[in-house]
Nanobody, 118 residues
């Protein structure tokens, strides 16, 4: 499975960004992030079918994950961004049917930088 993420950038606090990740296979998909000096953390995940979605508490109500199975693409719509959302965001895929909040996913894409200025 190959993953290609895009959509990062610089935005002011309160702004929005949308990340995209194209996958070469049908898997559960998710987004993780890693801020400088911190461990990589789960952000959001969606099952293969798209029916099961999980979010980290820190992004609930602000971020929305979705997938277009016809395009094998997953999106992360990020609204009401905060400076603490600044991190490198990684797309990941897992052969399991449903996403988990651990970092033990099977495939990882390259990261895309998201910077939120105050």
């Amino acid at each position: 499975v190959q993953l290609q993420a895009s959509g990062g950038g610089l935005v002011q606090a309160g702004g929005s960004l949308r990340l995209s990740c194209a996958a070469s296979g049908r898997t559960s998909m998710g987004w993780f992030r890693q801020a400088p000096g911190k461990e990589r953390e789960f952000v959001a995940g969606v099952s293969r079918s798209g029916t099961r979605i999980v979010y980290a508490d820190s992004v609930k109500g602000r971020f929305t994950i979705s997938r277009d199975n016809a395009k094998n693409t997953v999106y992360l719509q990020m609204n009401s961004l905060k400076p603490e959302d600044t991190a490198v965001y990684y797309c990941a895929a897992d052969l399991a049917a449903a996403p988990t909040m651990t970092t033990n996913w099977d495939y990882w894409g390259q990261g895309t930088q998201v910077t939120v200025s105050s």
